[in-house]
């Protein structure tokens, strides 16, 4: 019996619920909940994750723990605190670097935590980045320019949330907004929500709800096929400006003989 089948069984009854009570509380045929605790088919990742808040455990502790008697949970993450992630590994046990392209993002809302999703992403290795956990993540739009739409941000996972800086740039994965790279507008402690700011002025900032919120990664590098254009020609005001900076400099030079 898997851990997930034996699971749900052992948490069904210590609620002391049949197995109709059961479904209908969490709102799938009675049929349903016999195959999956009889290990003749599994849950999706979506009714995982209710099944587990209907029984106030993480989603970790069910698909990874044996629950019984003996079972201690963790306490489920709070808007500060530490999270887990879902990692995959090399064939040497080294953590890889999982590709989140823009067609992949909608999925990964829901399979974030999921170990066996996380591990069928693209894989992408940069010897630069060894220590701690890095994540790609391509961005769409133009919210953020001069980064353009299609480049790929390299993320550093961000365990505690005290940790983020204002001013500094984030990928933020939240339930309404999806995977979105923005700058920080405020620090997290100030207030229990995220100040999103868009580099491209066109764009209002705007609140995110801590509770919303699901990953954070700091980033920490670009891949892009836009290279950069060469520099405008001057003009008269940035002229001026260097005429006046030279100036200053000039005085302060005479100043000091």
């Known amino acids: 019996m898997t851990k997930i089948s034996s699971n749900i069984k052992f948490l069904r009854k210590s609620k002391g619920l049949t197995q109709q009570q059961f479904a209908d509380e969490v709102g799938i045929k009675r049929s349903l909940v016999g195959a999956y605790e009889e290990e003749r088919a599994e849950p999706k990742y979506d009714l995982l994750k209710k099944i587990a808040n209907f029984f106030d455990i993480t989603v970790d502790d069910f698909i990874n723990e044996t629950i019984d008697d003996k079972f201690l949970a963790k306490p489920k993450p709070t808007a500060g605190g530490v999270r887990i992630l879902s990692i995959s590994v090399d064939k040497e046990d080294n953590e890889n670097i999982e ?13 974030y935590a999921d ?19 890095f994540r790609g993540f391509e961005i769409k739009g133009d919210s953020m320019l001069p980064l353009v739409s299609g480049t790929t941000i390299i993320g550093e996972y961000v365990e505690n949330w005290g940790d983020i800086k204002a001013n500094e740039t984030y990928v933020i994965v939240s339930k309404n907004d999806g995977v979105v790279y923005k700058r920080i507008g405020n620090k997290f402690k100030d207030n229990k929500k995220l100040k999103l700011v868009s580099d491209n002025p066109a764009y209002d900032p705007y ?51």
């Open 115 to 133: 170990p066996e999703y996380v591990s069928q992403l693209p894989k992408l290795h940069l010897p630069m980045f060894k220590n701690g956990t």
């Open 207 to 257: 609140e995110v709800a801590g509770e919303d919120v699901l990953e954070v990664w700091k980033a920490k590098a670009y891949i892009s096929t836009h290279l950069p254009l060469p520099n405008p020609e001057p003009t008269m005001e940035s002229l001026t400006s260097m005429m006046a900076q030279m100036q200053r400099s000039i005085a302060k030079l005479e100043g000091n003989n």
């Open 99 to 111: 590709m989140v392209p823009v067609k992949a993002s909608a999925g990964y809302m829901n399979g």
